[in-house]
């Protein structure tokens, strides 16, 4: 999947001797500290390196190198490309400030390095496409999965169809399946989508190269777990026809990618076309109260085109009147 030919190795070639005399300049002319794992960022650190090793730079060689060593330019990670998709731009407006808010997402193998070997770029750009962020495990919403497992145990014995949206890497998806599956051994038809074709390319291969204790989780939870599809696709526009029974929405809604309400009314809309008539969709999230008034007006619009809403903005519960 990640290829290896002399593009890859040529621009590869060229991105280490670029950054390896950058940061010699850099470490010629800034004093130390020098970035290491827990250093606290201050401006100050933060304008040492954008003035020699300024992250948008950076960050278009990367993406540059994906378009070479990815099967297309759309599975670039979104953290490098521009908003309206181009994959060599500068980076996004809420990416990272500066290299070191860029290593800050990386595991520690890969932090600090602006120059890798040809193995590690799998780890590399999957890191990249799956940064720490709140996360769609099911265990980080104990309040859904309890009304999770209620409409499982009160759904029509026979098959159930379920769509996790914003799946990341599809741990919670596999969760949600396992347990779906667990009440009276029906048959469960689960999609998970993702913004990004890495993430689903991980998940559907079960295979985090950036992250081996996670992937033997993913693995243990994928195990004995069967009619699961992954898919790149963005939320805002569902390209999979239902009906679904039950639509599972964590960790997005509200937050920096889906907040603007044209957005919330997109959503919405693919939502009720995607239901079954008496299928749920469950939103949960742990934001800070920042995020609060995003969910909450999500909630309103929903009640005001005619749908039946319970919970709180932690964990929300709609389904179509």
């Keep these: 999947m990640f290829r290896r030919d002399p593009a890859v190795a040529t621009c590869l070639g060229a991105l280490n001797t670029t950054w390896q005399e950058r940061l010699r300049l850099f470490r010629a002319r800034v004093g130390p500290p020098w970035w290491a794992p827990g250093l606290v960022?201050?401006?100050?650190?933060?304008?040492?390196?954008?003035?020699?090793?300024?992250?948008?730079?950076?960050?278009?060689?990367?993406?540059?190198?994906?378009?070479?060593?990815?099967?297309?330019?759309?599975?670039?990670?979104?953290?490098?490309?521009?908003?309206?998709?181009g994959a060599c731009p500068l980076p996004r407006p809420d990416g990272p400030a500066s290299l070191p808010d860029l290593w800050a997402l990386l595991p520690e193998a890969l932090a600090g390095?602006?120059?890798?070997?040809?193995?590690?770029?799998?780890?590399?750009?999957?890191?990249?496409?799956?940064?720490?962020?709140?996360?769609?495990?099911?265990?980080?919403?104990?309040?859904?999965?309890?009304?999770?497992?209620?409409?499982?145990?009160?759904?029509?014995?026979?098959?159930?169809?379920?769509?996790?949206?914003?799946?990341?890497?599809?741990?919670?998806?596999?969760?949600?399946?396992?347990?779906?599956?667990?009440?009276?051994?029906?048959?469960?038809?689960?999609?998970?989508?993702?913004?990004?074709?890495l993430e689903a390319w991980m998940a559907a291969q079960q295979s985090l190269p950036h992250d081996r204790p996670r992937q033997r989780r993913l693995q243990d939870l994928a195990a004995g777990v069967s009619g699961v599809h992954f898919a790149a696709a963005d939320v805002r526009r569902l390209p999979v026809q239902g009906p679904f029974d039950i639509i599972l929405c964590n960790g997005l809604i509200g937050g920096t990618l889906l907040h603007h309400g044209p957005d919330l009314?997109?959503?919405?809309?693919?939502?009720?076309?995607?239901?079954?008539?008496?299928?749920?969709l469950l939103i949960a999230n742990r934001f800070h109260d920042g995020r609060r008034t995003h969910v909450e007006r999500f909630a309103e619009l929903a009640r005001e085109r005619r749908w039946e809403v319970a919970g709180d903005w932690h964990d929300l519960a709609l389904r179509r009147r």
């Design 41 to 85: 960022l201050t401006p100050e650190l933060r304008a040492g390196y954008e003035t020699y090793l300024p992250v948008a730079e950076f960050a278009a060689d990367l993406a540059r190198l994906g378009d070479r060593l990815l099967p297309h330019p759309s599975w670039v990670p979104h953290l490098l490309r521009a908003r309206d998709g």
């Design 265 to 280: 009314l997109d959503l919405l809309a693919g939502c009720c076309g995607a239901l079954a008539p008496a299928g749920w």
């Design 113 to 197: 390095h602006l120059c890798f070997a040809a193995d590690a770029l799998p780890a590399l750009f999957c890191a990249l496409a799956d940064p720490p962020h709140f996360g769609t495990a099911a265990e980080r919403y104990p309040a859904q999965q309890e009304r999770f497992a209620a409409l499982c145990t009160t759904h029509p014995r026979g098959r159930l169809r379920l769509l996790d949206l914003a799946c990341g890497v599809g741990l919670g998806t596999f969760a949600s399946a396992a347990l779906a599956a667990g009440y009276g051994g029906r048959r469960v038809d689960t999609v998970g989508l993702t913004l990004e074709p």
